[in-house]
C-alpha cells in the first residue's frame, strides 16, 4: 500500500494538483504510520491553502500527532491565516 502511495503522489497530475490534494495525502500517509511523509504534506497543504486544513484542529484522524511539536507549529501557522 505505501509503494502504491508513493507512486501516486510523485505522479504529473498530482504535482500540477489536478486528482489529489495534499491535506488527503497526509492522511493516508499517516494511516500508514508515515509521520514524517504525513507532516510534509501537512506542510504543503499550508502553502497550497487546502480547504482540508479547515478541519485540522478539529479532525480526530490526526489527535494521536499532537504531542509533536510540528502539530502545534501547524496549528499556530492555520491561526495566523
Not at 5 to 10: C, E, G, P, V
Amino acid at each position: 500500500a505505501l509503494s502504491l502511495l508513493d507512486s501516486a503522489a510523485r505522479s504529473p497530475a498530482v504535482a500540477r494538483r489536478q486528482y489529489a490534494y495534499a491535506y488527503e495525502l497526509a492522511l493516508a500517509y499517516h494511516a500508514l504510520g508515515q509521520t514524517d511523509e504525513a507532516f510534509r504534506y501537512l506542510d504543503r497543504a499550508l502553502e497550497e491553502r487546502s480547504h482540508g486544513l479547515a478541519y485540522f484542529p478539529v479532525d480526530p484522524r490526526f489527535f494521536d500527532l499532537s504531542g509533536d511539536p510540528r502539530y502545534r507549529r501547524i496549528i499556530e501557522r492555520l491561526q495566523r491565516q
